[in-house]
Nanobody, 124 residues
Framework: QVQLVESGGGLVQAGGSLRLSCAAS????????MGWYRQAPEKQRELVAT???????DYADSVKGRFAISRDNARHTVYLQMNSLKSEDTAVYYC??????????????????WGQGTQVTVSS
């Protein structure tokens, strides 16, 4: 299958910045959409940002103008630059990647993988 490893979370003061990274590894043939989601305590997981193969981006209204998603196709990595952080951005952030991977014997299969989650805490 395809594994995702996230990094970059931590504790930051309001107004500060963090950059999250998520690297995919495995027998990857093609990566399609990549994205970031977050889940705050006692809340449902919500979409933060997505980026397509053609680098078209989409953002939740709450992060527009503050967050920027980007991808490095050669490294199978997606990034989330978070600026002007607010206390309400505090959550566990998960990356999500989907695409096609090589299964075996010239057989390919779709995948939709999630990262393990990284905590982002913004203190006010």
């Amino acid at each position: 299958q395809v594994q995702l490893v996230e990094s970059g979370g931590g504790l930051v003061q309001a107004g500060g910045s963090l950059r999250l990274s998520c690297a995919a590894s495995g027998s990857i043939s093609t990566i399609n959409a990549m994205g970031w989601y977050r889940q705050a305590p006692e809340k449902q997981r919500e979409l933060v940002a997505t980026i397509t193969t053609g680098s078209t981006t989409d953002y939740a209204d709450s992060v527009k103008g503050r967050f920027a998603i980007s991808r490095d196709n050669a490294r199978h990595t997606v990034y989330l630059q978070m600026n002007s952080l607010k206390s309400e951005d505090t959550a566990v952030y998960y990356c999500n990647v989907n695409g096609i991977y090589y299964l075996a014997n010239r057989v390919f299969a779709p995948f939709n993988s999630w990262g393990q989650g990284t905590q982002v805490t913004v203190s006010s």
